[in-house]
């Protein structure tokens, strides 16, 4: 079953409006309607369409807070365009708590554009990108970290080619950071690009967890793209350079079973064999140094303590302060914006 065949939301659009909604898109096994809820903000003026959205994943919930502040911040009145925000994409995995729903054990972000006559995330993904996405000129996707680790605010790049106006989407949002990987099929980044509607995805904080300075990140994202875009009144901060990483570099794992006690915080430059944090033995108490294998930048760091061999604990990913032309891209003149330093550049040349 699929609701969506023929749902255009710009055809109910009343203009200098904020309304809230749903999609009906299948059925739970005690016949509960599973929905897609979304508010919609039509703009007085003209403008592009800009789509919001949170909880692919449906433990990854600051996205969650982030589309509510900005709902509530957005006045129709001030507004050229229109914005779509759709708070949670997975409604099941998001029930259950989890990265995914339990029952189809399906990446939801892999398996886009999605299926009418597939599994319910399946069919939820379709639905999503048939109604939504389709509509949009750009979107926002807000992620967390996996579950129990935590990232820097970084921007993941996952697009072979990308135009000009995908750069540029990438570098109104302000992030100090970008992640660059290889595209991979069913990605809702990946997959709206094909169909010619830019996406930016920015991962922020850890999952299961709210935190004011990470909803702040998301909020001003959020507002900067706007700024660019002209869709609201305001001028974005954009860092002169943001610095560019080669994505999902393998963990340092322990060694050991016991306790990690890092020395270490998201965002420091540690050397090639510089102690990035102790292993503690609960039986002896007994400290075992871990070692960084190589030198560069703290991007990942687990919130969970207790670890055993093969746990992952923290990930650095490299980076050669004697020569920045490898990291850094100089951001291009973009409306309605001005430069600013990046945070994390100050702090990486100390």
Known sequence: MSVSKGITLKAGAKKGKKVSGHLTI???????EIRLNYFAVWGVKEGPTLLINAAVHGNEVVGVEVLRAMVDYIDPKRLSGNVLAVPIVNPMAFNSGLRWDPYDNIDMNRIFPGNPEGTMTERIAHSFFDVFVREADYIIDLHSAEFPDELIPHIRIR?????????DLVVSTGINAVWKGPSLKGMLQTESYRI????????????????????????????????????????????SHQIVLASNRPWVRSPIGGIFKPAINLGQFVKSG????????????????LISPLSGIVTGLTNQPIVRSGTRVTMVIDFDREDLTKHLVEAPALP???????????????
């Open 336 to 350: 309605n914006s001005k430069p600013k330093e990046n945070e994390y550049l100050i702090d990486l040349m100390k």
């Open 274 to 289: 510089e102690n990035i944090g102790d292993i503690i033995d609960p039986t002896s108490f007994e400290d075992h140094d």
């Open 26 to 32: 299948a059925e739970s096994a005690n016949r509960q």
């Open 159 to 167: 697009v072979d080619e990308p135009s000009r106006e995908y750069l």
């Open 196 to 239: 010619g509607v830019p996406c930016t995805t920015i991962e922020i904080g850890a999952a299961g967890k709210i935190i004011r300075d990470n909803v702040e990140v998301g909020t001003t994202a959020v507002k900067n793209v706007m700024y660019v875009l002209g869709m609201l009144e305001g001028v974005a901060e954009i860092p």
